[in-house]
């Protein structure tokens, strides 16, 4: 088979790829190639220069390169950074070269007397194409020059950008050739002049228009115009609806509308009606609706599926085949209806999450939006399973939204809507989607000042939900009714594992309740009762429900009020109980004591395997006493002595447990005044241990030589990953 040189191909397959290229890599690259190809650019009669992309002497010199008849675009701009007398210079580039074949001619950042200046030098120019970026003020000027011109030309495309109220200072052409019209904004009246005087005109780009006095009756149409785009505007219906019955013939319609008109805006019966009655040659239809919603009421509480399914009929997705999507976008202080239809795409780094509602089936997709890492212009929506809507000032009223969505969505499986406002009725709405909710398995609605009316509504949703694994409810001003509410739903609930209800206060009464419920509970496998006040009185509950309970494996107690004496209950119970797993006992000022009690209970506990003691009150006698039980024990794999007092004398007690026990793996001992001499006593024990992977030693005043006992030791304890001596952990490999 014959090998095809490059150089071989017909010029105007070259010209076509010189198409795609800039002029740059034209002039200074291909044409110096060689020979043949110098020759393939000096025939190219296509090039669309911008001069804004270069410096004056690069303008020059591509100028002095191309000859001008090979030129069919020019970009210019009067804001040229390195020509103080801009308008000369294109004047000047107009007068000495001669562009017979100039066919668009765009400038940009001029004013009326840069304009006017330049048009007697354009005027014999063969323009089709004229682009125009208006800058200055223009409201008392007069462009009548620009007017003739437009005649003069015969231009087909016009494009006005910047010129708000254009045509109360542009006198418009009476015959008027253009077939393309772009322009900032005008009112009603101004858009049938111009129809009116451009019988040639197809295509109509406007960022808004204006519907000045009250709808007129429609007395003319315009059967030119074949398409018309509305990029930014605030209209009713009723008075798009007039715009749209002055043009029947059009083929294509893009409307980009903000509104208030919420209810005629959004119906689809409606434009079904209006576009079969007066819009009937029309075949693309793109359409994007919005309408921001800051304080709702209940006319506005609409489901998403009740807006769609006005587009679900015959006439949307089997005669147009146009494809509409429904979006409730929630952002920190405001939601956001949006109605739009497929390609146009909804680009808003401010979405916080979007909830979208398809015309081909009843599900609700809740989609988070995200950037490319390497292009920040491009945005994707990917659909989520976790929606974390935390402090997101949500109160009762903008829940409604949420919940009409989730009650057809089946992606969503963990919700969280902590530190917001949603209060009992808020809860009420939620509550009643979970009885019917097949889907979540996770609810966190923390500190949502719920309440015992709250905890009533969400009692009834708990009670037939047979999906939620996980709730989270602390915070939440629950008294001892609100309490006995949920214990009650806990009695017929089979499939809630993890029950989270810190800082609420519990009394006597409120905690007996709740144990006597978890004695026969056979699901629940965490209980978080942390910052609830519990004292001895009422951890004694607590103690005997353990002593019954074979479900749970972690309880955590943290920040109450236990001190050594109920500590003593627990560590009993322990004793007995052999399904608990994990047990958090963090700030309860239990002293030396309490840790012999709990010591006493790892002696012959064996399924403990995580103890939190942070923040305490034990000292060296204490962690003498947990040390002698680790030393036999063989379960506990996590021990957190974080802020306690155990002094150099404890650490030594614990680094002889560390050359015995063979199954703890992660040490905390962060803030205990160990000094050097008990970091050189950990260090002599981890040369033998070798089991332990994380050991935390962070602000222990051990100085320089203590780091280097233990950084030492790292030669010879393979097993160590992370080792942390300071406020950052170092972590080794």
């Known amino acids: ?19 795609y290229l800039d002029t740059r890599t034209i002039i200074r690259s291909l044409r110096c190639v060689c020979r043949q190809l110098n020759g393939i650019v000096s025939i190219y009669n296509r090039y669309e220069i911008d001069l804004t992309l270069f410096t004056k002497v690069q303008c020059e010199f591509i100028l002095q ?19 103080s007398d801009k308008t000369d210079y294109l004047l000047t580039i107009l007068n000495i070269q001669q562009f017979p074949c100039l066919r668009s001619l765009t400038l940009l950042h001029v004013n009326k007397n840069e304009l006017d200046r330049f048009l007697p030098y354009m005027i014999n120019l063969p323009l089709i194409s004229l682009s125009i970026q208006l800058s200055g003020p223009f409201q008392t000027a007069s462009l009548s020059s620009l007017s003739t011109a437009i005649t003069q030309w015969k231009l087909r495309k016009l494009h006005i950008f910047n010129g708000y109220n254009l045509i109360q200072i542009l006198p418009w052409p009476v015959d008027c050739n253009l077939n393309h019209l772009t322009i900032t904004s005008c009112t009603d009246q101004e858009y049938r002049s111009i129809l009116e005087h451009s019988p040639f005109l197809r295509t109509f780009v406007m960022e808004y228009c204006l519907v000045i006095n009250t709808i007129p009756s429609v007395k003319s149409t315009y059967l030119q115009l074949t398409s018309l785009v509305m990029n930014y505007s605030s209209l009713s219906f009723g008075q798009l609806n007039y715009l749209l019955s002055l043009t029947p013939s059009l083929v294509h319609l893009k409307l980009i509308n903000h509104t208030d008109h919420f209810s005629s805006l959004f119906d689809g019966n409606r434009w079904e009606e209006l576009i079969q009655s007066k819009l009937r040659l029309l075949k693309n239809f793109q359409f994007c609706f919005r309408h921001t919603i800051r304080k709702l009421c209940s006319t506005f509480c609409t489901n998403l599926h009740s ?8 006439f949307w997705l089997d005669i147009k085949r146009w494809f509409v999507i429904a979006d409730c976008i929630m952002r920190s202080s405001s939601c956001e209806i949006i109605l739009y239809t497929i390609p146009i795409t909804i680009g808003d780094f401010n979405i916080l999450i979007r909830c979208k509602a398809f015309p081909i089936n009843d599900l609700c997709y809740f989609t988070k939006n995200f950037s490319n890492e390497n292009n920040p212009d491009i945005q994707e929506d990917k659909t989520i399973v976790t929606l974390n809507l935390n402090i997101n000032s949500i109160e009762q009223e903008g829940l409604q939204y949420l919940i009409d969505a989730l009650e057809n969505n089946t992606t969503i499986t963990t919700l969280t809507m902590d530190g917001n406002q949603i209060g009992a009725q808020g809860v009420q709405h939620l509550a009643e989607s979970l009885q019917n909710n097949t889907t979540i398995m996770t609810l966190s609605v923390r500190g949502n000042q719920i309440g015992d009316e709250g905890a009533r509504h969400l009692s009834y949703g708990l009670r037939n939900n047979r999906t939620l694994t996980t709730l989270r409810i602390s915070r939440n001003q629950f008294g001892d009714e609100g309490l006995q509410h949920l214990t009650n739903a806990l009695q017929h609930n089979t499939t809630l594992t993890i029950f989270d209800y810190e800082d609420n206060h519990i009394s006597n009464d409120g905690i007996q309740h709740l144990c006597d419920v978890l004695r026969k509970d056979t699901s629940l496998h965490t209980l978080e009762l ?14 005997n429900m353990l002593e019954d309970n074979m479900t749970l494996t972690t309880l955590s107690m943290r920040d109450n009020e236990l001190s050594s004496n109920g500590t003593e209950y627990l560590a009993n119970a322990l004793q007995k109980n052999t399904t608990l797993r994990i047990l958090n006992l ?21 399924t403990l395997t995580t103890l939190y003691l942070w923040n305490n009150q034990i000292r060296s006698t204490g962690a003498r006493c947990l040390a002698d039980a680790l030393q036999n024990n063989t379960t506990v794999i996590t021990l957190d002595l974080g802020r306690n007092q155990i ?9 002889d447990m560390l050359r015995i026990n063979s199954t703890l793996t992660t040490l905390s001992l962060w803030d205990n005044e160990i000094k050097v001499k008990g970091a050189e006593y950990l260090a002599a024990a981890l040369k033998t241990n070798k089991t332990l992977t994380t050991l935390d030693m962070g602000f222990n005043q051990i100085g320089d030589n203590g780091e280097q006992y233990l950084l030492d030791t790292l030669h010879t304890h393979k097993t160590l990953i992370t080792l942390n001596l300071g406020n950052n952990p170092l972590i080794f490999t």
């Open 65 to 83: 390169s191309i000859r001008c008849e090979n030129i069919i675009s020019l970009i210019f701009s009067a804001d040229f950074k390195e020509q």
């Open 647 to 655: 002094g150099t004398a404890g650490t030594k007690y614990l680094a």
């Open 530 to 543: 942390g910052s609830n006040q519990i004292d001895v009185s009422k951890v004694q509950h607590l103690a």
């Open 1 to 19: 088979m014959s090998s095809i040189c490059l150089l071989d191909f017909p010029v105007e397959i070259f010209h076509r790829i010189f198409d």
């Open 307 to 314: 807006i769609i399914q006005q587009y679900r009929t015959p």
């Open 586 to 606: 963090r700030l309860n000022h239990i002293d030396d004591n309490g840790a012999e009690y709990l010591a006493n209970a790892l002696m012959t506990n064996t």
